[in-house]
């Protein structure tokens, strides 16, 4: 138990559709991230968020939109998605001060159709 | 850049045996952690190594950060059928603070048939 929650853990959606992906801590950590994990690829970290501004975006399309409205909380709005955007979406936090190892949620299972 | 290479990609256990794996960089990192991933979970620390040429243990796991600082080895000994899953390494990005770590592409184990 990492103290990462992240819902929902399966999500299939259409390209038409719009969505949120959910991450809740609650261990008073100020930073979260999202990282995308697509089959045969390595994790890709693509927001980070610390003291509940945005810090890194790494040229993720525009159809993928972070929001962290409290330390506790991040969601990752979608809509309009490709197919090549099913993927594991994992929700991490930093629990230590400086470099310190990552502790994932269990992620996202996302499929769009 | 600061790409990790593990090597080999998969590998097939049987029970009781000794298994290895690596992790290797053009690029000097100073710290290499070491996660293990179970199907429909999000990666789980196993360890962290953070001075060249460390040497630690958790368990049956053994880890070392390579001399060179550009290399990282796993050992599992005695493996058992719950050590199968994806094996990753990861490392910060030099160039960036905190916390945002960049991941080889993993090494599966499976069990031998």
């Known amino acids: 138990e990492t103290g990462v929650t992240q819902t929902p853990r399966h999500l299939v959606m259409g390209m038409t559709n719009k969505k949120s992906l959910k991450c809740e801590q609650h261990?008073?950590?100020?930073?979260m991230y999202w990282y995308k994990q697509s089959a045969k690829k390595p994790l890709e970290l693509m927001f980070v968020?610390?003291?509940?501004?945005?810090?890194e975006n790494n040229s993720v399309p525009s159809r993928f939109s972070p929001e962290c409205p409290n330390s506790s909380h991040l969601f990752l709005h979608l809509h309009t998605l490709q197919p090549e955007d099913s993927a594991l979406y994992l929700c991490?936090?930093?629990?230590?001060?400086?470099?310190?190892?990552?502790?994932f949620g269990n992620g996202t299972r996302l499929t769009v159709t | 850049g600061q790409q990790l290479n593990q090597s080999p990609q998969s590998m097939f256990i049987q029970e009781g045996e000794d298994v290895s794996m690596n992790c290797t960089s053009s690029?000097?990192?100073?710290?290499w952690l070491w996660y293990k991933q179970d199907p429909g979970e999000g990666p789980v620390l196993l360890i962290a190594?953070?001075?060249?040429?460390e040497l630690t243990s958790n368990g049956r796991l053994t880890a070392q950060f390579g001399i060179t600082r550009k290399d990282s080895f796993l050992n599992i000994s005695a493996s058992i059928p719950s050590d199968v899953g994806i094996y990753f390494c990861?490392?910060?990005?030099?160039?960036?603070?905190?916390?945002?770590?960049?991941f080889g592409g993993g090494t599966r184990v499976l069990v031998k048939p």
């Open positions: 690029s000097i990192f100073n710290t």
């Open positions: 968020y610390s003291l509940e501004e945005r810090v």
């Open positions: 990861a490392g910060p990005l030099i160039k960036a603070a905190g916390n945002k770590l960049t």
């Open positions: 261990l008073g950590h100020n930073a």
């Open positions: 991490a936090i930093p629990p230590g001060q400086g470099v310190s190892p990552l502790h």
């Open positions: 190594l953070y001075k060249a040429g």
